[in-house]
Every structure is written in C-alpha cells, then in structure tokens.
C-alpha cells in the first residue's frame, strides 16, 4: 500500500554546536510505562510432547505435539493468563525479535504460516509480544515520501490475532554488507543516488574509506536528500507510521524504538556492523569517522573558534591501526597518551558532542511525533567493551562514546533520553567477563553494562535489556536474570523488559524451546506459567475457548 563532562572548560561541545536544550523537566512530559494488558482472555494450553526413544531429547529434537513414536512422554501445562496484573506488576515482559527479512522487498510477510505458528508457539509460551525492525530501504524504497506499509500491516495484524504486543523499530540503517548477503537491505535507492552524486553523505575514515550503513550525521540538517534533510526525511517517515498505524498505537503497537545509526544504535560506524560480532575477540581500535566534508566542516569550525585552527584538519594523529595494541599508540595510550592532552579532550568532546548533537535531534522529533499516542519510545546503544579494562577505552572513543577511566561518557546520554522520555536499550546482558577475558582479557562486557544500568538508575529511565548474541543455553540465560536484577533492585518502581535476539528455527528445537520458556517464566516472576514433567499423557484441553496444537516443529523448518 504506497502513500504518497569533565574536561577543559573552554573545550565544550557547545561552542560550535548550536544546541536548542530542552527546558522541560521529564516529569513534564508525557511519560506513561506503556506497556498495555492484553485483552480480558484466559486460555489454559496443556502440550504433550512425545519423543522417539531412539532420539535422545538433546539431539536436536523438537518441540512438538506430533512428534510420534517411543514411551517418554513429556507433559507441559502451560497457563497463559493475558490479562493479569500481576504479571505486570511483579514481573518484566519479554519481547523475541523477528528475523531480519521477515517482510520481503516486494512489501509482503515470508514465510506467513510458519510466522503464524511461531507467534501463535510464543504467545502460549507467555511472551509479551515481538520486535518488528521496519527498514526505511524497502518502505520508502523506490521514490521520497511514496511509501509501502503493507507487509508490516499484515505482520501487526497478525501478532493482535495472535495475543501479542509489536515493537516496532524504525530502521533508517542498511542491513548485511552487499547484494550478496540474503539478508541484504540497502538504504532508500533514492537515497543512494543522491550519495553516488555527493559521497561525503556517507561517513568516511581517514584512508577516505566509505561506510554506506548509515548517513553522515555531518549533514543532519542540510538539505541534501532533495530539498530535505536527513532529519526531516526521518521524521516524514515516523509521521506516515504514525499516521498509518494509528489504530494500533497504543493496543498493539507499544513500543517505537528509533534508529539513530549503523545497526539502528546511536553510534558512529567505526567498526563494520557485521565485523562487530568478532571485533570483541580482535580488539580491534575502530576508525574515527569525521572525514567526510560536512564532519570536517564542524570540526574545522570548532577549531577556529577556539583560535588553534591547526586541529581542524582531520581526526587524531596517531591513533594506530585497527588491531593495534593501544598501548603502542600515540593516541590511545594509558602513560601520557594525546586523549588526555588538550587536543585529545578537544576533538574527542567535538566527536562525542556531535554524536549527542544528533541523538538530541532524533530525540525531539520523535518526541512531537508519537506524544500523544500512548506508545513508549526508546533508542539503543552499542555494546563496545573489548577495550573497557583500558585507561582510554579505544573502541568507545572512535564509536563517538566518551568514556574512559576518568569520564562518564554513558550518563550524558541518559540525561538526553531522559529529557524526551525515552527508554534506554541496552545490549551485552547474556555476556559474563570469566568467558570474555580467556580470549581478551582488557574485554569486561559486564563492567561496561553495569555502568549503562547505573546510569540509566540516576536518570530514572526505563531500561530495555537485550541479548549480543543468540544464545539459548541456561547460563545465558541466567546471566540475564543476574543483570536484570543489577537493575531493578532496590527501585521502587522498576520498569525494565527484554528483547531476545531473534527467531530462528533453532528457537524452536525441544531443549532450547524449554530453557527459553523456562527463562520467560522466571522472568513474569508471577504463577502465571507452570511447567510439570509427567510420565504419560497426550494433549489435555481446558479452557474457556478450544485452545489447538501448536506445531512449534514446523516453525522456520
């Protein structure tokens, strides 16, 4: 369907990034938890799964009623009460992340009976609802402000037929690196013909390497995407959703989360997004991303008005190569390295104001845009810890964070969120630093998320946890439940959910479908859910409604 900080004083950001702050205090928003009770329905789904004696149950069987043959039979009773409050009073909700190509390029839902039968499997399970990345390259795809809603109508309509919550994510990054990944997704065409014409709409490295995930954030407010501004094409886009699915906002729709770089995290791309899943393990440095001529502009302007035009003229001099040791470089150094000299506090609170700069901007659109609407917005940050055991922490600073051992740079970002109610995402929950630390021992993902959490504690924001890697074995889980808890203990009234990164066929094999139901249960935290393991039985119905099977074997098969 197509409609038409603690630094040097006179080194602020502020002194060449004209910033229009907010004088609202967050109470003055409106700022409501969002998260709605499903509609006034109890259904009790009892599933007997059979295996094959021959199989043992961790040999990649699954999870099904119609798995037939052998003696073993094992009951599940599972109760799904959709409108309990105590679900929601005492327990956290759990949001799954559907996969990345879930809506094709031609606007329509893949796989739609094998979709359906995994959300009918996840609602049953007690999950709140799933994550729905909507991808700028395929709605507004072709031409400027001509959109194509369709297959993210159909897939919304589905998860409300189905008892679940959406969360919907507005995608303004490409996804994969090429045409020759499946899951590839580029930017608008529209948006890539502009950039063949003018390069510098994309961020550059200081070899003039070109990073087509996301646009220079250089050019927010220029008119460069014909006749409108990067920003102003984000929050066209945010307006046609809200306008498009305003009947869902609020009762189905609960949660925007607004994309505001590569990998829809308020980042730089310093570091390839599909390297970043083994950077951790390289320890790779990140490139500083502020060649492109609009990046170079700011910082040339920056410079001159603080009367040391010298620094204007590119990034960091010494910063090393991409998986140097950072104590042999100039720049990254702990003994007198150039990040703790004048021009280091400089450029970096330049790059990192920038970054804030622009996070402000998405921030206060999106705010106009969904007030209103009784939808909870959030953003998300990147999870960098390979360098966290480090005085400079070197792959933060190149992605726009500035954090080291002596500056906070995680609270700044809170307090922006804060300013506009938004919920904080976070990722790295199911990492523990005993494992990290055999390959990379400066690496410590849970002394980086814990400063998130705390952050997010003094700012008094809602927090969305979310896992680096899918993992679906119990300590991972157990990692989770550990740090959900870092979080929430001690709040009065913590508001915290998880987005499980995502669903695959794998999900849905026998035992990692129990360890996963199992996690969500101690999630709810309430005796909403009950497992019981029996020696017989076949499936047992009771309910007020007729509840059918749910043939979680043939989801994704």
């Given at each position: 369907?197509?409609?038409?900080?603690?630094?040097?004083?006179?080194?602020?950001?502020?002194?060449?990034?004209?910033?229009?702050?907010?004088?609202?205090?967050?109470?003055?928003?409106?700022?409501?938890?969002?998260?709605?009770?499903?509609?006034?329905?109890?259904?009790?789904?009892?599933?007997?799964?059979?295996?094959?004696?021959?199989?043992?149950?961790?040999?990649?069987?699954?999870?099904?009623?119609?798995?037939?043959?052998?003696?073993?039979?094992?009951?599940?009773?599972?109760?799904?009460?959709?409108?309990s409050p105590q679900r929601r009073r005492l327990g956290s909700p759990v949001f799954v992340t559907l996969p990345v190509d879930s809506v094709s390029t031609g606007g329509q839902v893949r796989r739609r009976k094998a979709m359906a039968q995994s959300f009918k499997a996840l609602s049953v399970a007690g999950v709140e609802g799933v994550v729905v990345e909507v991808w700028w390259g395929l709605v507004e795809r072709d031409e400027p402000r001509v959109y194509n809603w369709q297959g993210y109508l159909d897939l919304?309509?589905?998860?409300?037929?189905?008892?679940?919550?959406?969360?919907?994510?507005?995608?303004?990054?490409?996804?994969?690196?090429?045409?020759?990944?499946?899951?590839?997704?580029?930017?608008?065409?529209?948006?890539?013909?502009?950039?063949?014409?003018?390069?510098?709409?994309?961020?550059?490295?200081?070899?003039?390497?070109?990073?087509?995930?996301?646009?220079?954030?250089?050019?927010?407010?220029?008119p460069v995407l014909r006749g409108r501004s990067p920003i102003q094409a984000y929050t066209d886009f945010m307006r046609n959703f809200r306008d498009t699915f305003r009947p869902f906002l609020g009762v189905v729709i609960t949660g925007i989360q607004i994309g505001m770089g590569p990998a829809g995290e308020l980042r730089y791309p310093s570091?390839?997004?599909?390297?970043?899943?083994?950077?951790?393990?390289?320890?790779?440095?990140?490139?500083?991303?502020?060649?492109?001529?609009?990046?170079?502009?700011?910082?040339?302007?920056?410079?001159?008005?603080?009367?040391?035009?010298?620094?204007?003229?590119?990034?960091?001099?010494?910063?090393?190569?991409?998986?140097?040791?950072?104590?042999?470089?100039?720049?990254?150094?702990?003994?007198?390295?150039?990040?703790t000299r004048p021009y280091g506090q400089f450029f970096l609170e330049w790059y990192s104001g920038m970054l804030l700069l622009h996070g402000d901007r998405i921030c206060r659109e999106a705010e106009t845009v969904f007030r209103g609407t009784e939808v909870n917005t959030s953003a998300k940050l990147a999870g960098i810890h390979w360098h966290y055991g480090t005085e400079s922490h070197p792959s933060e600073l190149t992605a726009g964070y500035y954090n080291t051992s002596t500056r906070d740079g995680?609270?700044?970002?809170?307090?922006?969120?804060?300013?506009?109610?938004?919920?904080?995402?976070?990722?790295?929950?199911?990492?523990?630093?005993?494992l990290e630390r055999q390959m990379n021992p400066v690496g410590s993902p849970e002394g980086f998320?814990?400063?998130l959490l705390l952050a997010a504690r003094v700012c008094d924001i809602p927090l969305?946890?979310?896992?680096?890697?899918?993992?679906?074995?119990?300590?991972?889980?157990?990692?989770?439940?550990?740090?959900?808890?870092?979080?929430?203990?001690?709040?009065?009234?913590p508001s915290f959910s998880f987005n499980f990164m995502r669903m695959d066929k794998n999900m849905f094999e026998y035992q990692n479908w129990v360890r996963f139901t199992r996690f969500v249960r101690q999630m709810s935290d309430a005796n909403i859910f009950r497992a019981n393991l029996s020696s017989g039985g076949d499936i047992n119905l009771s309910s007020m409604l007729d509840a059918t099977k749910v043939g979680l074997a043939f989801a994704y098969s």
């Amino acid at each position: 369907m197509a409609i038409a900080s603690p630094s040097t004083p006179s080194f602020s950001a502020s002194f060449c990034c004209t910033r229009t702050e907010s004088t609202r205090s967050p109470s003055s928003i409106s700022f409501t938890r969002r998260l709605q009770p499903h509609p006034p329905l109890t259904r009790r789904l009892a599933i007997s799964s059979r295996l094959n004696s021959s199989k043992p149950s961790g040999a990649g069987s699954s999870f099904s009623p119609d798995n037939g043959g052998g003696s073993e039979h094992i009951q599940y009773e599972l109760y799904h009460k959709f409108s309990s409050p105590q679900r929601r009073r005492l327990g956290s909700p759990v949001f799954v992340t559907l996969p990345v190509d879930s809506v094709s390029t031609g606007g329509q839902v893949r796989r739609r009976k094998a979709m359906a039968q995994s959300f009918k499997a996840l609602s049953v399970a007690g999950v709140e609802g799933v994550v729905v990345e909507v991808w700028w390259g395929l709605v507004e795809r072709d031409e400027p402000r001509v959109y194509n809603w369709q297959g993210y109508l159909d897939l919304v309509a589905l998860a409300k037929r189905c008892g679940l919550k959406v969360r919907a994510v507005m995608a303004f990054h490409q996804c994969a690196n090429g045409p020759d990944d499946p899951h590839w997704i580029p930017l608008p065409l529209w948006v890539l013909q502009e950039i063949d014409k003018d390069p510098d709409l994309a961020y550059s490295d200081r070899f003039g390497r070109r990073n087509m995930e996301y646009i220079s954030l250089g050019c927010d407010i220029l008119p460069v995407l014909r006749g409108r501004s990067p920003i102003q094409a984000y929050t066209d886009f945010m307006r046609n959703f809200r306008d498009t699915f305003r009947p869902f906002l609020g009762v189905v729709i609960t949660g925007i989360q607004i994309g505001m770089g590569p990998a829809g995290e308020l980042r730089y791309p310093s570091c390839p997004t599909q390297k970043l899943t083994w950077a951790w393990r390289s320890r790779e440095l990140g490139e500083f991303q502020c060649y492109d001529k609009y990046m170079l502009a700011s910082l040339n302007a920056c410079a001159r008005e603080i009367g040391m035009r010298e620094w204007g003229d590119g990034g960091p001099i010494g910063a090393g190569n991409l998986m140097q040791n950072p104590e042999h470089t100039e720049f990254f150094r702990s003994n007198d390295g150039s990040w703790t000299r004048p021009y280091g506090q400089f450029f970096l609170e330049w790059y990192s104001g920038m970054l804030l700069l622009h996070g402000d901007r998405i921030c206060r659109e999106a705010e106009t845009v969904f007030r209103g609407t009784e939808v909870n917005t959030s953003a998300k940050l990147a999870g960098i810890h390979w360098h966290y055991g480090t005085e400079s922490h070197p792959s933060e600073l190149t992605a726009g964070y500035y954090n080291t051992s002596t500056r906070d740079g995680y609270l700044p970002i809170a307090r922006m969120f804060g300013r506009y109610g938004f919920t904080m995402c976070c990722t790295c929950f199911e990492m523990q630093d005993e494992l990290e630390r055999q390959m990379n021992p400066v690496g410590s993902p849970e002394g980086f998320l814990r400063q998130l959490l705390l952050a997010a504690r003094v700012c008094d924001i809602p927090l969305e946890g979310e896992n680096f890697a899918t993992s679906l074995d119990d300590d991972s889980f157990q990692q989770v439940l550990k740090m959900s808890k870092f979080y929430s203990n001690g709040l009065e009234k913590p508001s915290f959910s998880f987005n499980f990164m995502r669903m695959d066929k794998n999900m849905f094999e026998y035992q990692n479908w129990v360890r996963f139901t199992r996690f969500v249960r101690q999630m709810s935290d309430a005796n909403i859910f009950r497992a019981n393991l029996s020696s017989g039985g076949d499936i047992n119905l009771s309910s007020m409604l007729d509840a059918t099977k749910v043939g979680l074997a043939f989801a994704y098969s």
